[in-house]
């Protein structure tokens, strides 16, 4: 009997819905505003940066904010916190970009200066993947047809380029002891080993807005896959409450003593205690 009871597949169900609890509640805070009608509130909340042509934003060490587009025709942006732009660039999406734990940019080959970035100079990006392949090509002129000796002569290489580096090849490196990516400045040259090409090592620790009470499962969103969808309950400096459906981990930072949330609805000032 009870070997047959493990066979069914509704024993398995029932296993299923006790563990994960799949069955939509009613919102368990009706009284709460969702985020979309707070931030209306001009006496608690002050619009800095709209969202449209951003595809991210950073809060920065030195109490600044980077702005990042969604596209190669629009600048990338350095703001004040109260949203004044310091320094825009428009870069090549297919060149590394990075900020260094100092502040200073690195993007088009060029090298600029924290605080103000008025002070630049040419700098070599060197982009490890590309001087393999290069490298490899040549190999293929020389070698036409003799792929096995050409991927020797190319591991060869690897290895006195990497090593000029202070890096060896992936396959080689023993566990703990050397990361794979990398995207900074070594021998005085932005050196790229990773397939993402931006990095900002100006950025301050990331911060989750508290969640006061435990998200609740609205409902079960049709298509390929039942999606869930869940109402979330936050809370800002022990102050204010709201609620937001479907979305989680909502970002803020404090810069210059006040709190900044970052929102689908852009970056907003939240002014504590007014």
Not at 45 to 50: G, Q, Y
Not at 69 to 81: E, G
Not at 137 to 158: H, Q, V
Not at 208 to 226: H, I, P, S, Y
């Amino acid at each position: 009997m009870i070997n047959a009871l493990f066979k069914c597949p509704v024993f398995y169900l029932l296993l299923f819905l006790m563990a994960c609890n799949p069955f939509p509640k009613k919102d368990t805070h009706p009284e709460l505003p969702f985020l979309s009608e707070l931030i209306s509130k001009k006496e608690l909340f002050t619009k800095i940066i709209a969202y449209k042509g951003v595809s991210a934003v950073s809060f920065l060490k030195d109490d600044r904010i980077l702005v990042m587009p969604d596209n190669s025709n629009l600048p990338l942006k350095i703001t004040d916190a109260e949203g004044k732009v310091v320094f825009q660039l428009v870069y090549d999406f297919k060149k590394p970009l990075y900020l260094d734990p100092h502040g200073n940019l690195y993007g088009n080959g060029r090298k600029y200066f924290h605080p103000d970035y008025k002070k630049t100079i040419n700098f070599e990006n060197v982009m490890v993947g590309d001087s393999l392949r290069n490298k490899y090509a040549e190999f293929e002129l020389k070698n036409p047809g003799n792929d096995s000796l050409n991927r020797k002569l190319t591991d060869a290489y690897e290895i006195s380029f990497l090593k000029r580096y202070q890096m060896t090849p992936c396959e080689f490196v023993v566990v703990n002891t050397e990361k794979c990516d990398v995207l900074e400045v070594r021998n005085n040259k932005l050196l790229l080993r990773q397939t993402t090409l931006t990095k900002n090592d100006f950025a301050k620790k990331e911060e989750r807005l508290k969640e006061f009470d435990e998200a609740v499962l609205l409902r079960w969103r049709n298509g390929r896959m039942a999606t869930p969808e869940y109402m979330h309950y936050y809370q800002i400096n022990d102050e204010v409450k709201f609620k937001m459906d479907d979305v989680e981990l909502l970002k803020f930072g404090i810069l210059k003593g006040e709190t900044y949330l970052d929102t689908p609805y852009g970056l907003f000032k939240f002014h504590s205690g007014e």
